[in-house]
């Protein structure tokens, strides 16, 4: 199993044009509360539909190597399909709790970006 490490070992950009949140902002942290924060690589290996799943979403089992292979439900079927999805190495949050998400354990929180085009983007890479 290749390991992917950390975001901080990897050469990508971000491009995404973004629309204008219009959310309230939230509560500051610190920089020592943003470094407890672990965000890893991974590859998305499985795709299933979440069929209990209030609005559509898929299953996602991901590969980040040494950490092993985690779960997530992302409601992200309006944006891609599985076969875009399969294989895609993508930005996840791998320290909040294991949560429950319409019968799923989810592991991790997969990352994305609002878009005008697609309304959410999954912040993902090609690796070098």
């Not at 199993?1 to 990897?10: F, I, N, T, V």
């Not at 219009?22 to 998305?44: C, N, S, Y």
């Not at 499985?46 to 299953?59: F, G």
């Not at 309304?119 to 690796?127: A, D, N, V, W």
């Amino acid at each position: 199993m290749k390991s992917y490490g950390s975001l901080a070992e990897y050469n990508f950009n971000i491009a995404m044009e973004t629309e204008e949140s219009t959310l309230a902002t939230l509560e500051e942290i610190t920089f020592a509360d943003f470094l407890k924060v672990d965000i890893r690589v991974g590859q998305i290996i499985e795709i299933t539909d979440n069929l209990k799943a209030k609005q559509a979403a898929y299953v996602l089992t991901i590969d980040f190597g040494a950490l092993g292979q985690k779960t997530s439900s992302a409601q992200i079927t309006q944006n891609y399909t599985k076969e875009e999805l399969l294989g895609k190495h993508i930005i996840a949050v791998v320290n909040f709790p294991t949560k429950k998400v319409a019968g799923v354990k989810s592991e991790v929180l997969v990352l994305a970006a609002v878009c005008k085009t697609r309304r959410s983007r999954i912040l993902s890479f090609k690796p070098t």
